[in-house]
């Protein structure tokens, strides 16, 4: 069981329905037609998301050493070398599943390995890292709906949207081994989803991206309480909040879609917020 906690810890897996959130509204905004690859689509970008973890924490091993020392590795609970090996085997394993669903929908995944390995060997020598963060994220709304049969159109704008959202959460997340003052300008990429919601729902749909909007932006503001208005500030506890809140951004960019799948979105959040009480989100 400790070497269990161990490789879920690395893996960062309480961020796991967050990702599988991405897969879902990617496949429904891309067309939805297609269900027969569903699950090697969930399993390839769930092995992607993993071993880009896993080699996140071998990159950042010294680091971690002086500043994060309840790190695995630091710990020494797992040895470096194997890190590696199983971040490579998690990353082979999932492009191999996407490219088992299609062409079309491997290169996608390749590009989205790029991301993640520039993400990952760049993030703390680069102060504009968090773009890389935000590709990585933006690129599994393509991968999704590669598989979905129809148009991609939204799914980029909803891509870019979520990538924005990523962003700046990823901006925050730095200041999390810093100490300084309380910076605001990363806030401004937080309502990118909302803004965009507004302009791509019309008629019917508005009421429901409305309802979702207000939501999403209550649970921004409640995340963000203990950032800007605590005297001691817990940007790892409005960190993880956000991360959270991606499940948010997903089912917003999909609110045309039938009540069941909300449904299917509101258990995601629920089961990362849950998660999170076991395994660290960052």
């Not at 269900?35 to 970008?45: D, N, Q």
């Not at 917020?273 to 660290?280: A, D, E, Y």
């Amino acid at each position: 069981m400790p070497r269990l906690r161990t490789l879920l810890v690395l893996g960062r897996v309480s961020n796991l329905p967050t990702v599988w959130s991405n897969c879902l509204a990617g496949w429904w905004l891309g067309g939805h037609r297609e269900t027969r690859h569903l699950p090697f689509l969930f399993i390839g970008v769930t092995l992607l998301y993993v071993g880009g973890m896993y080699l996140n924490d071998a990159f950042d091993a010294n680091f971690d050493r002086q500043h994060r020392h309840e790190r695995p590795i630091p710990r020494g609970e797992i040895a470096l070398p194997m890190v590696w090996k199983l971040s490579l085997l998690w990353i082979t394993l999932g492009l191999a599943s996407l490219f088992w669903i299609g062409d079309a929908t491997g290169i996608f995944g390749i590009a989205l390995v790029v991301c993640i390995l520039l993400y990952d060997a760049l993030h703390k020598l680069v102060t504009f890292s968090p773009l890389f963060m935000g590709a990585c994220r933006f690129f599994v709304y393509p991968v999704a709906a590669s598989l979905g049969g129809g148009e991609p159109g939204w799914a980029i704008w909803c891509g870019l949207a979520l990538a924005f959202y990523v962003i700046g959460l990823s901006f925050l997340a730095r200041r999390e081994s810093a100490r300084g003052p309380v910076q605001y300008w990363p806030l401004i990429f937080l309502p990118a989803p909302i803004v965009l919601a507004f302009f791509m729902n019309a008629g019917e749909y508005r009421r429901s991206a409305g309802i979702l909007s207000v939501v999403f932006g209550l649970w921004v503001l409640r995340c963000l309480r203990s950032y800007l208005w605590s005297e001691d500030r817990q940007i790892g506890r409005t960190v993880s909040g956000l991360l959270a809140g991606i499940v948010f951004v997903d089912w917003l960019a999909v609110a045309d879609a039938p009540r069941n799948l909300g449904l299917v979105f509101l258990a995601l959040f629920g089961l990362a917020i849950l998660f999170q009480r076991f395994v660290p989100a960052t």
